[in-house]
């Protein structure tokens, strides 16, 4: 079936350092792409997305883009801030259903 | 614009008790709905979903049951509360077109003791 794969965290950064965040998916179909931003004690926020093969999704400062060759949709940005820390979620629209399907989440701490 | 709400934002239960947690979605009609729960350092777990009123499709068999009263009312239930209950549950819809992202609500922190 459908499934995400993330990098096991926790990444830890200094400020305006450069970071990445791996996701590689396996799936059927031509599933849409995402990364999702938990801060602590709140619900998730859609940051990007990608919906077909070659899309750059971009928000924030974040990109990532939708690499079919690989299966890959790692998350990037140039210069982190502390206020970056969070928890990053990647997920797929699972095929022919309603579903999203998530990866583990990554936890980001950025020192200053 | 559409918002999302649940209540309420923290929740201390003992073992054995009934539980309600309540979702409801302002601002579009017919939205599909999701309930989430995610353990203390741990992702998320797909619970329930519905595509429309009364119908509810469960992912993980468990204590927990769901209903949508209305289009836009999710409602999370027990009858008996286990201390494995305990977690953080997350709303969410989805237009239920062909757009396939989904907005989350804050969630409710759950503690059973």
């Known amino acids: 079936g459908d499934s995400v794969t993330q990098m096991e965290g926790p990444v830890t950064l200094s400020e305006e350092a450069f970071l990445t965040i791996n996701c590689t998916y396996t799936?059927?179909?031509?599933?849409?792409l995402f990364w999702y931003v938990q801060y602590p004690g709140e619900g998730l926020q859609l940051l990007l997305k990608?919906?077909?093969?070659?899309d750059k999704g971009s928000n924030k400062g974040f990109e990532a883009t939708y690499r079919k060759e690989t299966t890959s949709f790692h998350l990037e940005k140039g210069s982190v801030q502390v206020s970056d820390s969070a928890v990053y979620f990647c997920?797929?629209?699972?095929?022919?259903?309603?579903?999203?399907?998530f990866g583990t989440g990554t936890r980001l701490q950025v020192f200053p | 614009s559409q918002t999302i709400h649940q209540w309420p934002a923290t929740l201390v239960q003992p073992v054995g008790s009934p539980l309600s947690l309540e979702c409801t979605v302002e601002g579009t009609s017919n939205p599909n709905l999701y309930w989430y729960r995610q353990a203390a350092g741990r992702g998320l777990q797909l619970l329930f979903y519905s595509v429309g009123i009364g119908q509810i499709s469960s992912e993980v068999p468990q204590n927990l049951s769901a209903s949508r009263p209305q289009d836009r009312q999710f409602i999370l239930s027990s009858k008996k509360l286990l201390l494995s209950d305990s977690g953080f549950y997350l709303c969410?819809?989805?237009?239920?077109?062909?757009?396939?992202?989904?907005?989350f609500g804050p969630g409710t922190r759950l503690t059973v003791t």
């Open positions: 799936a059927t179909g031509y599933p849409s």
């Open positions: 969410a819809w989805n237009p239920g077109q062909v757009t396939y992202e989904q907005y």
């Open positions: 997920a797929l629209s699972s095929s022919y259903t309603d579903k999203l399907i």
């Open positions: 990608a919906t077909k093969a070659d």
